[in-house]
């Protein structure tokens, strides 16, 4: 079966360009979420949908990042204008959303964003 | 708010135990568990979700006390594949997870 999947997998671009990251979640699975790690923050949400509508977007650090779910199986992250802090390797995550009980989060390898 | 977890590391020889600690200064609803390698992404080992619960992957399990707002992995006679950081997730409604800072395990041979 096909895991999470990111791309891409490696970013590298200048501050003040714009940096879109896209995430196909695992078919049925209708719960997706943004995750970013850094080394001095660890493992932060960003936001996170159910059925494709933006349940919890508290974790978004500013108005340069925005979220969009079109569809269930497609979701994207874009940072506009990106800044060097910024840099960060982001996981999405999809996992089946049930009434009453948690469910596994499955994570896709990430995207490694390094802003120059 | 985020959980705490202790130790931050770890080093241990194969085949001995270890214990990783995950505490919440808000009253838990779950406890999940991920594993992360070096360069990958998190792999979820188990959800806990009653006072009391335990649970086990291989021979890791954990335990998860509601009263003390507290949950431990158990590393039983570790492997060098159980090498990684171990990440405690606290759960709330909907599905949301809050991480805990990690744990860094290193077994040696």
């Known amino acids: 079966d096909a895991g999470v999947i990111q791309s891409p997998r490696h970013e590298v671009t200048e501050m003040g360009q714009e940096v879109t990251l896209r995430c196909k979640p695992i078919?049925?699975?209708?719960?997706l979420f943004w995750y970013r790690q850094t080394m001095m923050r660890g493992l932060e949400l960003l936001i996170y949908f159910n059925n494709n509508v933006p349940i919890d977007d508290s974790g978004m650090p500013e108005d340069r990042f925005s979220a969009k779910m079109p569809n269930a199986s497609f979701s994207t992250l874009k940072i506009q204008p990106s800044e060097p802090r910024d840099s960060a390797v982001y996981f999405c995550?999809?996992?089946?959303?049930?009434?009453?009980?948690?469910?596994?989060?499955?994570f896709g390898d990430g995207t490694r964003l390094s802003i120059l | 708010q985020q959980p705490v977890q202790s130790p931050q590391a770890v080093i241990l020889r194969e085949g001995e135990d270890a214990v990783i600690n995950c505490s919440s200064s808000k009253a838990l609803y779950s406890v999940h568990w991920y594993r992360q390698k070096h360069g990958e992404a998190p792999v979820f080992l188990m959800i806990?979700?009653?006072?009391?619960e335990q649970k086990g992957h291989e021979k890791i399990s954990a335990s998860f006390n509601e009263k003390k707002q507290q949950s431990s992995l158990y590393l039983t006679a570790s492997q060098l594949s159980y090498s990684g950081t171990y990440f405690c997730g606290t759960g709330a409604a909907g599905n949301k997870l809050t991480f805990g800072g990690g744990t860094r395990v290193l077994v040696k041979p």
């Open positions: 806990l979700l009653k006072g009391g």
């Open positions: 078919s049925g699975h209708n719960s």
């Open positions: 995550a999809s996992s089946r959303r049930q009434s009453g009980r948690d469910q596994p989060q499955h």
